[in-house]
């Protein structure tokens, strides 16, 4: 059975980092991706960054392209997502999924393709 456990969450201020974390167990896959979502208060779930396990390829959405890097480390099957100068709209509860699809070496967000799901953890960004 698989379970994505994240932590890492809190309170900064804005222009702060703080790195998120997702360890994953119950992994019997040859294959998978990995991906963050966040989910604001009044408004939908977003797909922000995803990496495929194998191949170590990323994708970031536009709005936090060059301030998060997403990592993973096998040996923890452990999923990460560093994030730097954030700001108020960065404000979400944060979830990890993961996808046991295979695309090839490249990944993606689409939400309905992901099977599991972390319990998310809060980020607030205070201006």
């Known amino acids: 059975q698989v379970q994505m456990v994240a932590s890492g969450g809190g309170l900064v201020q804005a222009g702060g980092s703080l790195r998120l974390s997702c360890e994953a167990s119950?992994?019997?896959?040859?294959?998978?991706?990995v991906g963050w979502y966040r989910q604001a208060p009044g408004k939908e779930r977003e797909g922000i960054s995803c990496?495929?396990?194998?191949?170590?390829?990323?994708y970031y959405v536009d709005s936090v392209k060059g301030r998060f890097t997403i990592s993973r480390d096998n040996a923890k099957s452990t999923l990460y997502l560093q994030m730097s100068t954030l700001k108020a709209e960065d404000t979400a509860t944060y979830y990890c999924?993961?996808?046991?699809?295979?695309?090839?070496?490249?990944?993606?967000?689409?939400?309905?393709?992901?099977?599991?799901w972390g319990q998310g953890t809060q980020v607030t960004v205070s201006s």
């Open positions: 999924a993961l996808d046991t699809g295979y695309y090839h070496g490249v990944c993606g967000l689409l939400a309905r393709s992901y099977e599991y």
């Open positions: 990496i495929d396990w194998r191949s170590g390829s990323t």
């Open positions: 119950g992994l019997t896959f040859d294959h998978y991706q």
